[in-house]
Every structure is written in C-alpha cells, then in structure tokens.
C-alpha cells in the first residue's frame, strides 16, 4: 500500500560512531535501525517526515500509524518520504541493553529524550535530508519530538507533539516506580543480567497491565468490561483483559529495554519553558501541542500549559485538543481526529 | 486519653461458631478480634458506634481515627462506647489466610464486603449492643459500611460511609489486578502457601506502592516531590517515597491477607440500588454518602451517584464533599472535615 519509491533504501543499520550524549558522555557502539516510506524524489520538494515512536513502538510506523499512512493520507507518501528510526534503548533493532551487555561490562547508559532525539542527526545527515516538513510523535516519541524541537540537525516546518508533557510529572514518574518494582519482584531480572529469552515474564507483565490502566481510562473500562466475568469464572474481564496485554508484551518486547525506556521517560524535562521556546523557535516554524481529554497519564492540562508558555515567548505554537474516552492511547485510535491535526496545523 | 470506662471488656476475641456468608456458604472455625473504647454504661442511651477499618487497618480505630476519639470528640468516647473488629481475611487477629492455613487444606475463601459485615452482628450480639448511633467507615470500611445498611443486625440511627462506591467500577478492579501479578510475580508468594515471616516481601512492597499513588493524588504528588532526587543520587524522591511505603507495608502486613481483601473489594456490589435502599430503609434513619473530590481510586461521582439513588427511593440519604489536595486517603488526614461531617449529619 505504502511502497517505497525509488530513490531511498526502505530500511537500514546506521552504526552512530562516537555519540556523545546531551550532557556530553561519550558513548561508543551505538547503531540505529531505520525505516524509509514514501517517495524520496518529491521529498527534496516537499520535504521528509520525521516520526518518534513511544514506548514499546518500533520504526515500523505502518504497525501503529498505519491508517494516517499513504498517497493523500496526513503522512502523505506521494509528496513525502518518511523516516523513522528504532529509538536508543529499545529492542526493535537499535542498540538497546541486550546489544550493549554484549561489548560492554558497565550497565546500559541512563539515555534521556535528548539523547534520543540527538541520535536522529546522524541518520539525517546520511539519507542527505536538508529539511523536514514535519516532525513528530506521541508519549515517549512526543518527548522525544519537544527535544527535537530544541536540537533539530534541519530546519523543521511544523512540529506536531501528541500526549507529552515538557517535563514528566512526579506521578508519572510514580507509575514507573511500580512498574520497575514489579519487575525486580521477579528474580529473573537479575538486575537486567538475564540470558536472552529468559527476562522476568511476570514482572514484565505486571508492569504492562499498569501501564495499560494508564494508557486506557475509567469510562473505556466502565463501558468495555463493566463488573462481567464472561471469560472464566471467578475473574473479572478487567482482569483477564489486563492478564491478556501483559502476556502479549512480554512475547514481543525485552523487560531491560522497558526499563531504560521507562528511565528516558523519568528524565525527560525540557527544563525552563521560555528558554525551550526559544530554542525551539530557531529551528521550527510552528509548534503544535496536543492533548487528550481523557489522559491520566500525561494530562491535557500539561500539554496546554507548554504550548501556552511557548506561546508566550513568541512562538507560533498551538494546542489542540483529542476529545476520546480512550485516555492516553486515543493517538492511536482516534484516526479522524489525528488525521485533522496533522492536515489542518 | 479514651481509657475505657468500667462496663465493658477493653478487647477481646470471639469464635463465631457456625458462621453463613451471605451466598449461604457455612464456615466455621472462624474468629473475630476485636476491641471496645468509651463508656458503655451511657451508650445504653445513647447508642453504641461500630466503625470498619480499610484495606490494612485494625480494630485498634485510635491508631488511625484517633484525633476523631475521645471525650466531647465526634467519635464521643463519654457518651457512647464504640466497638470495632479486625476485619475477617485480615492479619491483625481475626482469622484471615494464614490462620485458616493451619486448620484447612482448601484455600482461604472468597469474602465480600457482605459477609464482613455479617461477621459482625454475633459481636454486637455477644456485646449486648441493642442500638447503634453511628456505623462509619471508609474506603474498604466504607463497602462494609454500606452493607451494614442492608444488613443491620440492630437499629442504626446514622450510617456514614467514606469513600466508598456502591459497587466496585473495573478501573478499581484493574488496579487490584495489577497489585495480585505483581505479588505473584514473587516467587515466595507460592499461591500463598508460603511459611510464616516468609512471604513475596518484593511483590507486596511494588502492590503498595501502587496502591498508594491511587490513595494519593498528583497534584499532591507535584507539591510534595516535585521532580527532585534529594535523598538517593539518580532516584527521583517519589520513587524513593514509593518504595519506602512498601517497605514499611512488608514489615506490618501479610501478604494474603491483602490479597483475601483486595478479593473482598473487587466483589463488592450492593447491586440494584432502589432495592438497596429500600433494604437499608428499614434499619438505618440517615445515611451518608461522603466522597472525596480528589478520590483516583473511588471516584467522588460514584458516592455521588448511590447517594441521589437512595435519596430517590425515598431515604434519608445526604452527599457530602471532602475538598482536599491528598486524594483517596482525605478520610484519613482531613480531620476538621471529617469532624465536621460526623457531627453534623
């Protein structure tokens, strides 16, 4: 549906080099995984797409973006070429902390979305982009787009941020503290030193099922699962539902990754608004903010409060607003109201 | 300061013989802990108090309600005696799982609030209460509250139940989901069959932990922590907060008992409202419906709500608000409101 056209390689290994962090540590032996959709002839015209992935997303945009994607779609794949990269951390392909154990005796790095996104520049600069006409993302990958803001190696039309705060709040940070703790309660982590295949599948698991009340909301729940017990007796579908998703993570997904992820969301903080705005404004022409309703994980109260203070020093920013009962996750349910967004700011 | 006056026994225990659940299941062998303060001798006018602890509380009601108790207080230990008992499935002498444990080869049964609250009427029997002025609890103690209502084994003047919805929403179920995986994530959980001073310690500190975000709310959250790591270099003081509670959560609860009353919490459902009423009607003059507004885990809409639903069926049934910063836990830490709810209503 989405077919690369010629002019691009459609997925590819980038070894980084020597990396150095936003708070200059050097890290060497980093590669990064990429994808390449779309067409790379009209994209020198019009201009790349950048996307971020969240948590446990990938490169593979078309798996979690996939009806926003195609010819006339809000990441249009007849007038742009779109880039996405596997993030730092994560086990889709980019050095993560199963990667780095192999060449490596000290512990995975502490990365944060700066660091994320600083990894992005190279990979640019080797597919000879010069100028991106949207970058963009959601969760973790709209933190990682608010650094890009800051730190764009190109100069970026619109930046259009999904459910992300400018600094993650200390009861998200909260929510992750439990999620690590339920993890370590499992002895196969072994403090992150487990043989490949064997991490910590309960605690993984029971950290899913958190994140997922997080990622979903009361109303959905209410409406979707009520107090029934459909599926086996004596457990409630929440439940079941819940038990479901921790499962289906821990067979796709590497708990040492979730971790330093979860620790790249923890330090994420843009730092003073005014500053960050500035910053931003040399690199963007507009900046877009966008909250859901319904999110009890990063709320819409702190996407509207950084687009206001971005605002206020002067640039173009906008907030906009997803009205779901699906919480958090409604980025990646909510076509239409995505799909407006990203066509209309 | 609340000694208690000659007249009656300060605590006791008492076997309740051949013990019917409200689904008419016969257990037996069954003990409830309790203990009595105030003057019994004048609540032979004025009525006895019977207050129901939450999830880890006690009969010990001075170590959590103690600024409520003593002479002239809300909880007036002069006028009346008030009478509270550990709640069956706890650990704080009543029988919960360990002691059903050492007598029984089948796992500890499912309890409801329902049947805690019938546990209750052989002691107010035992005791010679033949009225009550006041029943009162919250959160956990709030579902049983309710029940007592429909169920009163003697005439209750007012019925004050904190926190607590009519029927416990799948969101709620949701986070008791996540606390059992992450106890069973715990290799010494063993179903629960672990030996004495020997449970899944790591699994039940990452359950509090949960737990107490839902107790608490970010904005206090924000206030209190903020995004400092002020106490262990690289830990946010959140995460050092979160984990300090489990700790000291391990050290004074058993872990199936928390499990036995998360399960007692999760079947809570007063069901149909109408009839509800109609069944409290006839054994409680006023009821009160108390909801917190910011509540994350019993939401301050759902007392809201079985409060307009008994009132519409012709009780005397009254919604009152704790405004506070501290979430779910307000009926434990917002003392002049409380005070003032269970004085004026």
Known sequence: MTALVSGGPSAGELPLGSFVTADGRALSGLR???????????????????????????????????????????????????VAANLLGSCYGSTGPREWADEHDEPFPDLTPADLTLAHAPLLAHLGVERLALATGGSLGGMVALEWGRRASVPTDRLVVFAAPAATSPQAIAWNTVQRMAIEADPAWRRGRYFPGRGPAAGLAAARALAMITYRSGVEFDARFGRQSSRTAGRFDVDHYLRRQGDKLVARFDAASYVALMRAMDLHDVGELRAAALETAGRVRRVVGVGVDTDLLYLASEVRDWTAAYRAAGMDAQYREIHSPSGHDAFLIEWDQVEGILREC
């Open 32 to 82: 990064l995984r990429y994808r390449v959709l779309g067409n790379v002839e009209a994209a020198r015209e019009h201009g790349w797409i950048l996307v971020f992935h969240a948590l446990t997303g990938s490169a593979d945009v078309e798996g979690w973006w996939g009806p926003l994607i195609g010819p006339g779609r809000a990441l249009d794949t007849s007038r742009h070429a779109i």
